[in-house]
T-cell receptor, first 111, second 114 residues
């Protein structure tokens, strides 16, 4: 069963910590994405990648960075976590124009 | 700019009722794709359908049907004879032809009561 796996389902971190959210896909997809989901705001794109070592900013990249050293892995990094980054984070991968496959999400709480 | 509007924040129905979720989109692209995703309480978004802008045929899949109308920039989703298992948040999304970036609406929470 093909899938996108996010390493943590729930995460609690302290303000100022560096946080790594990991995402791995086993479908050999070129494209990978990080979204955050907040009530009333839907899903907003943070960063995406169309290839290894390639990254592009989405709509809300401030406070985040990403890493894609291998095709199957796309990591989201919160350089210095803040309370306004408390959210549900969703990773997705895709073949071009085929629609996304999503991971089950990481609910991050920053205290 | 691209935009997807789901004006219905929350809908509640009783089992076996039919329900329609509205989706209105804005784009300057002549070629684009529209999607619907379901997010059950477990949290994982599940792909339901993709429609390209050249195909205005309505689609039916079991109790689900989709009505795509370019004239009104709408891509509405109807569930016939709703069931409790249909309870979820439903997202409509849009992408341009040469990009995989999806623009999502804010979602509609559907609650189906027994």
């Amino acid at each position: 069963d093909v899938k996108v796996t996010q390493s943590s389902r729930y995460l609690v971190k302290r303000t100022g910590e560096k946080v790594f959210l990991e995402c791995v896909q086993d479908m050999d997809h070129e494209n990978m994405f990080w979204y955050r989901q907040d009530p009333g705001l839907g899903l907003r794109l943070i960063y995406f990648s169309y290839d290894v070592k390639m990254k592009e900013k989405g709509d809300i990249p401030e406070g985040y960075s990403v890493s894609r050293e291998k095709k199957e892995r796309f990591s989201l990094i919160l350089e210095s976590a803040s309370t306004n980054q408390t959210s549900m984070y969703l990773c997705a991968s895709s073949l071009t124009q085929a629609g996304y496959t999503f991971g089950s999400g990481t609910r991050l709480t920053v205290v | 700019a691209q935009k997807v509007t789901q004006a219905q924040t929350e809908i509640s129905v009783v089992e076996k009722e039919d329900v329609t979720l509205d989706c209105v989109y804005e784009t300057r692209d002549t070629t684009y794709y529209l999607f619907w995703y379901k997010q059950p309480p477990s949290g994982e978004l599940v792909f339901l359908i993709r429609r390209n802008s050249f195909d205005e045929q309505n689609e039916i899949s079991g109790r689900y049907s989709w009505n795509f109308q370019k004239s009104t920039s709408s891509f509405n989703f109807t569930i016939t004879a709703s069931q409790v298992v249909d309870s979820a948040v439903y997202f409509c999304a849009l992408s341009g032809y040469n990009t995989d970036k999806l623009i999502f609406g804010t979602g509609t929470r559907l609650q189906v009561f027994p």
